[in-house]
Antibody
Framework: EVQLVEAGGGLAPRGGSLRLSCAASGFTVRSSFLTWVRQAPGKGLEWVSVIYSGDYSGGNTYYADSVKGRFTISRDNSRNTLYLQMNSLRAEDTAVYYCARLRGYSYGTAFTNDYWGQGTLVTVSS | DIQMTQSPSSLSASVGDRITITCRAS??????LNWYQQKPGKAPNLLIY???SLESGVPSRFSGSGSGTDFTLTITSLQPEDFATYFCQQSFSTPLFTFGPGTKVDI
């Protein structure tokens, strides 16, 4: 059974840092496309970052403009875990952060988030 | 960047109703469109991918259609557990797949 379990959220000062983790089971993170998506209180979903499969796509990483240069997505294949290092935190980074797996379809030309973690709340104090 | 809009932003319905939610992309995205359901305090749940393909385990009262820039999610015979917020997402513009703002369905 595929499961994703996030941890590491909490209260951080403005300008501070947090590292989120997402422990995966039922599949290998090394072979998967994985994303972080966040949701500010009472708001919609915002795509934050993606890491491509290390096996097939070189493990490339991409970021939303709102977090570029401050956040870093990575994975530890030995722990089967995804991470999001968040630095220089701002009040607007306050949100529930979800990790989610991307599943390809249409011969890998399209993707959908098929499994999501339960989310972890990050609060940046102002 | 591709912008996604949804209408209505909220709607009130009753059990047994048929409802339709619309999602529009700022440019053509072929059929690279996903729909998710989210209940309060929970993670989103995949309903439809590829504009019209029903995810395994999702009830058949959910259906999706559309291509290009205009898409719809239809729920026939609304059930109590369907009251939630629905989001569309484009996966045409890699690598960042933007979401629509959501449509809240309540009683």
């Amino acid at each position: 059974e595929v499961q994703l379990v996030e941890a590491g959220g909490g209260l951080a000062p403005r300008g501070g840092s947090l590292r989120l983790s997402c422990a995966a089971s039922g599949f290998t993170v090394r072979s998967s496309f994985l994303t972080w998506v966040r949701q500010a209180p009472g708001k919609g979903l915002e795509w934050v970052s993606v890491i491509y499969s290390g096996d097939y796509s070189g493990g490339n990483t991409y970021y939303a403009d709102s977090v570029k240069g401050r956040f870093t997505i990575s994975r530890d294949n030995s722990r089967n875990t995804l991470y999001l290092q968040m630095n220089s935190l701002r009040a607007e980074d306050t949100a529930v952060y979800y990790c989610a797996r991307l599943r390809g379809y249409s011969y890998g030309t399209a993707f959908t988030n098929d499994y999501w973690g339960q989310g972890t709340l990050v609060t940046v104090s102002s | 960047d591709i912008q996604m809009t949804q209408s209505p932003s909220s709607l009130s319905a009753s059990v047994g109703d048929r409802i339709t939610i619309t999602c529009r992309a700022s440019q053509s995205i072929s059929t690279y469109l996903n729909w998710y359901q989210q209940k309060p305090g929970k993670a989103p749940n995949l309903l439809i991918y590829g504009a019209s393909s029903l995810e395994s385990g999702v009830p058949s009262r959910f259906s999706g259609s559309g291509s290009g820039t205009d898409f719809t999610l239809t729920i026939t015979s609304l059930q109590p557990e369907d009251f939630a917020t629905y989001f569309c997402q484009q996966s045409f513009s890699t690598p960042l797949f933007t979401f629509g703002p959501g449509t809240k369905v309540d009683i």
